[in-house]
């Protein structure tokens, strides 16, 4: 069965290339880019009055979709351009993950290191809160909130209240008072339900709560539980009619400036109209950006070197997107020194200098330009001799996680944590299909590649991607599943030395292989999993074991949480990985690869089998991935029909 290399790991780190941007064209900011403003004030973490949720829809709309998608899947139309995947916020394994007061400093802050700008000077608090609220409904469905309702006037009114205030008739003989769930009486209740988290809900109501509420987990099924959080989550919304709320926004105010004014009688003069607009307009200082480039291999600075200084500008907000504003190239000199004469300078405008050096681009750190400044020394420019000599990487840790929630299959999900501390960039030049110096056991399909959130970006480079030397540590992700019955046997090559190498599993599966140490039960994320070490694995050797048991949870797969939990936690030991990135590849596992020309299209080949259950999870799977664009019209109605045929004839 054919493979696809995710085209994201060959893409990051290209947005500053400058074949890929026109003048004046709106693009991110480099990497550490930290906007010259200071981060907005937060204020208290929760809202004054409940967000309306439809009032927030038309400002997601407006100021979220470009980016995040309509439905919040990270695919909106200038995801693409980013150099690091959109969060996809509208996925209800992201949301759980998260506090609205978490989402609430994040949209007023902004993050710079995810090329997310604070709103805080473009939306007012109330707005802020009102387009979390629409978020965090995405991932709720309204057929989800009614079946919540239900289940909650039934489980959870009696001592909660009708209305979730936590004023129900069995209240007062409790010893304690239970949660108020609308959050509507302000700082002294302490806004719990701004800082609940759907995953910290969804085990409260599983697990229960000392001393008083008794855990639903025998008697709520897991889609009771997410729904009854679904519910929970909708009493904060204010859910009646959207109304117009005062605003402050730059855009009000540009709309009242926008009315036109009563002419100034000592301006009726085309003379005193052009002295005005003169003294309207800010002189900008002209000056000299300078630089040095370093061949830090060691080596001599060859000749025909050319640099490119770049100058980006922001709009009319700090906040806002960042856009090219100046683009010029001069030869670099033989001692490596490079001059930028009477270079505008407006405060604010950001710099860097490019150099492509091999096939290779290098970049060099930016600076701000400030009021007055006439002279701006960028820091030094290094570039680095190629090789393609993968020996050179370092694999300092590899964690595999194995995941047995589908039946006859285990997704195992290896993530590489790699540094190169040599005086060299490697070029990893690859067939679309695999890498050179990971390798996978033989019976792997399904097979997946993609880039660590948290990772030092790679270069893009003729005929794959450059790992350039580095202080930050490099994260790859590979992912494959394995046929599985009861039993399962890996045999793990290593094409490069592992200084360490650790297995997770659910707890209930064990390993035996000579070379693995149990290290006993480890908690990540708030779920259990059983893990095995060993050290010191040498290149060219592989690593054998054999896999049995089973999951402890009732439903035999899981839980609710368990998967992303291990992935993002998995990432904590030495990379971060995100949610979105995590969303990635979890959608592109599934995508079928279009036939080559004059081939015939294999047929799908899958592990569902005769279950119901795990074909409707199939269906499901399959509609979120075409309404994210994530497969072509035609391979969706074919496969959902294939899939529709084989579940009309189990039932």
Request: hydrophobic share 40%; charged share 20%.
């Given at each position: ?61 407006k ?19 980013l ?19 978490e ?18 000077s ?80 969804y ?9 008083n509420?008794?855990?639903f ?10 729904a009854?959080?679904?519910y ?56 000299t950006v ?39 190239s ?12 009477n ?7 950001l ?23 006439d ?15 993968t ?7 590899t ?6 929630s ?32 990971i ?35 490099y994260?790859?992700?590979?992912f ?24 997770f ?17 480890k ?8 893990t ?68 015939e ?10 279950d ?22 035609e ?17």
């Amino acid at each position: 069965m054919k493979i696809r290399f995710i085209t994201t790991l060959l893409l990051m780190a290209v947005v500053l290339s400058a074949c890929n941007f026109s003048l004046a064209e709106d693009i991110t900011p480099p990497p550490n880019y930290v906007t010259p403003t200071p981060a907005p004030t937060l204020g208290p973490l929760y809202p004054s009055t409940p967000p309306s949720p439809a009032r927030g829809a038309a400002i997601f709309a407006k100021e979220c979709a470009t980016c995040h998608g309509e439905k919040g899947l990270g695919n909106g139309a200038q995801a693409a351009g980013l150099p690091v995947p959109v969060a996809a916020i509208g996925l209800a394994d992201i949301s759980r993950q998260s506090s609205p007061a978490e989402w609430y400093a994040v949209v007023t802050q902004g993050r710079t290191d995810r090329y997310m700008p604070s709103f805080a000077s473009r939306l007012s608090t109330q707005e802020r809160w009102d387009v979390l609220a629409y978020v965090f409904s995405l991932s709720a469905s309204a057929d989800d909130v009614a079946k919540g309702a239900l289940i909650y006037a039934d489980k959870c009114a009696a001592c909660h209240g009708l209305q979730g205030r936590g004023d129900g008739p069995q209240a007062a003989a409790l010893s304690r008072a239970p949660a108020n769930f609308t959050d509507r009486v302000g700082a002294a209740h302490q806004n719990w339900m701004s800082k609940a988290t759907g995953i910290g809900l969804y085990r409260a109501i599983s697990e229960g709560v000392a001393p008083n509420m008794p855990g639903f987990s025998p008697e709520l099924s897991e889609a009771d539980r997410v729904a009854l959080v679904a519910y929970l989550r909708s009493l904060t919304f204010d859910l009646s009619a959207p109304k117009a709320i005062p605003t402050s926004t730059p855009e009000a105010t540009a709309t009242l400036e926008a009315q036109p004014a009563t002419p100034d009688p000592q301006l009726s003069t085309p003379e005193a109209a052009v002295t005005n607009e003169a003294s309207a307009t800010p002189e900008i200082a002209v000056g000299t950006v300078s630089g040095t480039v370093v061949n830090a291999t060691g080596n001599a600075l060859p000749t025909g070197l050319t640099v490119t200084l770049r100058g980006f500008d922001h709009g009319s907000e700090a906040s806002t997107g960042l856009a090219e504003a100046i683009n010029l190239s001069v030869p670099l000199a033989s001692d490596g020194a490079f001059n930028f004469e009477n270079v505008e300078m407006p405060a604010g405008r950001l710099f860097l200098a490019q150099v492509t050096f091999t096939g290779v681009p290098y970049q060099s750190g930016y600076l701000v330009a400030e009021a007055g400044m006439d002279r701006l020394a960028l820091p030094p420019l290094n570039i680095y001799e190629t090789t393609n000599d993968t020996a050179l990487l370092t694999l300092d840790q590899t964690n595999i996680a194995f995941d047995f929630s589908s039946q006859g299959v285990a997704q195992v999900y290896e993530i590489y944590i790699l540094t190169n501390s040599s005086v060299q960039t490697i070029v990893i030049l690859t067939d679309g299909q695999s890498l050179p110096f990971i390798a996978l056991p033989e019976n792997a399909q399904n097979v997946g590649f993609d880039l660590a959130q948290g990772s030092a970006p790679l270069l893009p480079a003729d005929g794959g991607f450059a790992i350039q030397p580095s202080t930050t540590q490099y994260g790859i992700v590979a992912f494959f599943t394995l046929p599985y019955d009861k039993k399962l046997e890996v045999t793990q090559p290593f094409k490069l030395a592992a200084e360490s190498v650790t297995l997770f599993l659910p707890e209930g599966f064990k390993v035996k292989g000579d070379q693995l140490t149990d290290a006993g039960i480890k908690t990540i994320q708030g779920n259990s999993f059983q893990t095995y070490t060993t050290e010191n694995v040498k290149a060219d050797s592989s690593l054998t074991f054999t896999v049995r048991g089973s999951t402890k949870t009732s439903t035999g797969g899981t839980s609710l949480d368990t998967k992303t939990s291990l992935i993002v936690g998995l990432g904590g030991l030495g990379i971060v990985l995100i949610l979105a990135g995590v969303y990635l590849f979890f959608r592109e596992r599934a995508r079928p690869v279009e036939p080559e020309e004059g081939e015939e299209e294999e047929t799908p080949e899958d592990a569902l089998g005769e279950d119901p259950a795990s074909l409707t999870d199939a269906i499901l799977a399959l509609d979120d991935q075409f309404k994210s664009g994530g497969i072509a019209k035609e391979a969706y109605e074919k496969r959902r029909a294939e899939l529709k045929a084989r579940l009309k004839d189990l039932l």
